[in-house]
């Protein structure tokens, strides 16, 4: 009878190992997309600038990401500061959601970013598209795309991608 209980315990340790990966791999993926399409509804419902930006290990503020706004008709329009916060913060002409650790709320979860650098961010007009100015270099709107969702401790990693026309999949 003990050796049954072993057996199983052997075959059963690894499998769920393996779906407690994916599933942090998945639920971070799924969140950051869920704030893509969330800025995009937000910059397309006020009119304002909306963007969704992250950073890496080596980031800003590490392994985090949140959705930014600010009102583009103001004289000298300005993003949030980058500083740490878990609340959300709203003024006359200024936007900041709360940032999301992959690595607390999704058990060590981090980003990878398309060529090695430390953050990520898309940019919504309120067309739900890249902004027609102030894009120049287009990295101003759009960066770091794709990006990927790792798991250090294993479970499948999830890309990110989207498109100029506002557009996320996740592959």
Not at 7 to 16: K, T, V
Not at 119 to 132: E, H, I, Q, V, Y
């Amino acid at each position: 009878m003990v050796s049954i209980v072993a057996m199983i315990s052997l075959i059963s340790i690894p499998l769920i190992g393996r779906v407690v990966g994916q599933y942090r791999s998945e639920g971070s993926a799924d969140a950051v997309v869920g704030s893509i399409r969330e800025a995009r509804a937000k910059a397309v419902a006020s009119g304002w600038q909306y963007r969704v930006i992250g950073y890496t290990s080596g980031g800003t503020i590490p392994d985090a990401f949140r959705i930014e706004g600010r009102d583009p008709n103001v004289a000298v329009p300005q993003w949030p500061a980058q500083v740490p916060s878990s609340t959300r913060t709203f003024t006359a002409d200024q936007y900041a959601d709360r940032w999301t650790s992959l690595r607390t709320e999704y058990g060590g979860a981090q980003f990878a970013v398309t060529g090695g650098g430390t953050r990520f961010l898309m940019t919504f007009d309120s067309r739900g598209t890249l902004p027609a100015t102030g894009c120049i270099p287009i990295t101003n709107c759009l960066e770091g795309f794709p990006i990927s969702v790792v798991i250090p401790t294993g479970g499948p990693t999830r890309n990110i991608q989207v498109t100029t026309a506002g557009g996320v999949q996740i592959y």
